[in-house]
């Protein structure tokens, strides 16, 4: 990969000669981070434009393990194009200008076809067992999910400390989790300057977790007596991501009954196909083929002391209300009507006097035509956002579709032959209504 970090670049994959640290040392002889020299291989589902704010954040948090010292592939799987103006502002962000050999970046996103609708997050496990070799941590991630370098560092640091515990064979059954959050802002309150008090006893709320005692309907002890004074597990196991490290990975496709690298459909009713019995394919490819009894059986583990560490923010912030509602986690056929969208609600959009980044964006490379290289390594080779469309067949889609398509696809390998960066006919795109195009 030609990555954004030229020094990386010219130092190419290697992998860091600074063995990972077990957690209880303290040695001052190898300060260097857990990150550093780390290679970290992170793949997305993210279907199509609706939940691009929150793709934005996650990818702001996943190009600071780089300026962490890491070496990152992201690999986004999607369905839709995006403008040459929106890559370009990808570029710019995504841009790693850590000096450190061991550090870089690369984005690539995989076009799919639309057809595939849930099964966008099958993608990721073929892609991982492809190259295991080459990656020492692995991340799978829906895209509206906020990843830091403190959750994949305290990941590492847990991993470590539960193979020194129970052995490096042991240490298979067991794979250290994340719990998800949101902020329980009331539901009655838009917050502006009127009602910002509003938000002081507002807090993390871990919505897919009810029931009390805690410790008997929430959270579960662990069972190892080696592990159990240390760790407990979530009694609900989803988590709509999952990280792994290359060994684990290699030891759950060979587990009994697990076969982690075999694709598969999530469990459903005989009579019923349709019907899932164990939760949407999303659910199943995230969390329950991995933690499930009847399937890997791997137990997933929290530490007690870091937990906090290895809580993530979902970034909709709008599942913790639907607890209590009718069908859903709390709720009783009595209970309120958890409300759908029906297509016909009409948003109040914000002020035209506000900045938009691509319009920011945009204005800026017009202002500055000279800085036309940023996107160039050594030797002259593109090293931005790079777009793959062989899996796309283009002769399924309508014909305004595929045109727009086309037209997208064609403006970007115009954009990269040209060494990335924009031209007038790039730049001429409506910022409020980019998105209705594709």
């Known amino acids: 990969p030609h990555y954004h970090n030229v020094a ?10 600074t063995a990972l640290q077990p957690p209880s040392s303290t040695s001052s002889s190898s300060p260097i981070s857990i990150l550093e020299g780390l290679k970290i291989l992170v793949t997305i589902a993210s279907f199509d434009f609706m939940q691009l704010p929150h793709l934005e954040e996650v990818l702001d948090g996943i190009r600071d393990l780089c300026y962490a010292g890491s070496k990152v592939d992201i690999v986004i799987y999607t369905t839709v194009v995006y403008p040459v103006a929106f890559i370009d502002m990808f570029n710019d962000r995504m841009r790693c200008n850590n000096p450190s050999s061991n550090a870089g970046l690369t984005m690539t996103m995989m076009l799919k076809p639309n057809h595939v609708r849930l099964h966008l997050v099958d993608y990721h496990r073929t892609l991982f067992y492809d ?12 895209d509206d999910i906020r990843i830091s370098p403190t959750t994949v560092a305290a990941y590492l640091h847990e991993t470590n400390r539960v193979e020194s515990i129970v052995g490096s064979q042991h240490a298979t059954d067991f794979n250290v989790g994340i719990v998800r959050y949101e902020y329980d802002f009331p539901e009655n309150v838009v917050i502006t300057d009127k009602t910002r008090h509003a938000t002081e006893n507002v807090t993390r709320v871990y919505w897919e977790h009810l029931g009390k005692p805690i410790f008997e309907k929430a959270v579960d002890k662990v069972e190892d007596e080696a592990l159990s ?3 407990m597990s979530m009694h609900l196991h989803h988590q709509g991501m999952y990280l792994a490290t290359a060994s684990l990975l290699k030891a759950w496709k060979d ?5 982690f690298d075999e694709i598969r459909d999530r469990p459903s009713n005989p009579k019923k196909p349709s019907q899932p019995t164990e939760g949407t394919q999303r659910v199943w490819m995230s969390s329950q083929m991995l933690y499930g009894g009847r ?3 791997v137990k997933q583990l929290l530490p007690v002391e870091n937990f906090g560490q290895l809580t993530v923010l979902h970034l ?16 009783s056929d009595n209970a309120p009507k958890n409300e759908f969208s029906d297509g016909t609600e009409v948003f109040q959009r914000s002020h035209p006097l ?4 691509l319009e920011l964006h945009v204005e800026m490379k017009k202002e500055f035509p000279n800085l036309q290289k940023s996107n160039i390594g050594e030797g002259g080779q593109y090293t931005g956002v790079r777009v793959v469309d062989t899996d796309v067949k283009k002769h399924h889609f309508t014909k305004d579709h595929k045109a727009a398509f086309e037209t997208r696809l064609n403006a970007y390998k115009d954009y990269v032959s040209r060494g990335g960066y924009l031209i007038e006919s790039d730049m001429d795109l409506d910022v409020e209504g980019w998105t209705m195009e594709a």
Do not use: M
Not at 316 to 331: A, E, L, M, S, T
């Open 8 to 17: 990386s670049a010219k130092a190419g994959f290697t992998k860091s000669q």
């Open 131 to 142: 190259r295991i070799d080459q990656y020492d941590v692995f991340i799978y991630t829906e």
């Open 229 to 231: 004074p240390y760790y």
């Open 255 to 259: 587990r009994k009954d697990c076969k």
């Open 295 to 297: 399937h890997c059986g």
């Open 316 to 331: 909709p912030n709008k599942n913790y209300r639907r607890v209590g509602k009718q069908g859903r986690i709390g709720g």
């Open 354 to 357: 506000l900045l938009k980044a």
